[in-house]
T-cell receptor, first 112, second 116 residues
Framework: SQQGEEDPQALSIQEGENATMNCSYK?????LQWYRQNSGRGLVHLIL???NEREKHSGRLRVTLDTSKKSSSLLITASRAADTASYFC????????????WGAGTKLIIKP | NAGVMQNPRHLVRRRGQEARLRCSPM?????VYWYRQLPEEGLKFMVYLQKENIIDESGMPKERFSAEFPKEGPSILRIQQVVRGDSAAYFC??????????????FGPGTRLTVL
């Protein structure tokens, strides 16, 4: 069953603006990961945040996690055309220590 | 260090034929995961394998689908008697460590299967 659900489903912004995507999940988790998928390509791991962490940074990426609301957000600052991609959150499955449960993704378009 | 390799990148089959999808994990990785992605959807876990062992195939349909990861050579996802509903992108990922959800999974470019 689908665990993570991203919103919005699609987001179109101007280059240089910040992009925020959200992910909600249903069960308790140990960690949450964000991945990027360029059109027609495989997925690239961006960042992992553990359940005892509230915020994590990596370059222009900032991820927050609110376990009380069962939600996470991915912020991309100073967006670039190359950030155009689909972004997925994935959480560990409740009854497995290796399965990842994926959301349907947010399609981000950066307009030059 | 080459990344995860999958071939073919695109595969077209007629209904009833067999599809064989190959995945070579990154060098030094002994854990392989297969996922299926339908258009506009996220990935769905299919199977997790280690060398010569299927650890978890709970996401794989019971019939027509099988997977292996032999001691030598790539991991193979095999779909027998394909149907139109099998059309999807199939991704393979590998990880070097013990197979936990905290391991970063490295993805291949995927195989896009089209069943006519």
């Amino acid at each position: 069953s689908q665990q993570g659900e991203e919103d919005p489903q699609a987001l179109s912004i101007q280059e240089g603006e910040n992009a925020t995507m959200n992910c909600s999940y249903k069960t308790s988790i140990n960690n949450l990961q964000w991945y990027r998928q360029n059109s027609g390509r495989g997925l690239v791991h961006l960042i992992l945040i553990r359940s005892n962490e509230r915020e994590k940074h990596s370059g222009r990426l900032r991820v927050t996690l609110d376990t009380s609301k069962k939600s996470s957000s991915l912020l991309i600052t100073a967006s670039r055309a190359a950030d155009t991609a689909s972004y997925f959150c994935a959480t560990d499955a409740e009854d497995s220590n290796y399965q990842l449960i994926w959301g349907a993704g947010t399609k981000l378009i950066i307009k030059p | 260090n080459a990344g995860v390799m999958q071939n073919p990148r695109h595969l077209v089959r007629r209904r009833g034929q067999e599809a064989r999808l190959r995945c070579s994990p990154m060098k030094g990785h002994s854990h392989v995961y297969w996922y299926r992605q339908l258009p506009e959807e996220g990935l769905k876990f299919m199977v997790y394998l280690q060398k010569e062992n299927i650890i978890d195939e709970s996401g794989m349909p019971k019939e027509r689908f099988s997977a292996e990861f032999p001691k030598e050579g790539p991991s193979i996802l095999r779909i027998q008697q394909v149907v139109r509903g099998d059309s999807a992108a199939y991704f393979c990922a590998s990880s070097p460590l013990s197979g936990t959800s905290t391991d970063t999974q490295y993805f291949g470019p995927g195989t896009r299967l089209t069943v006519l």
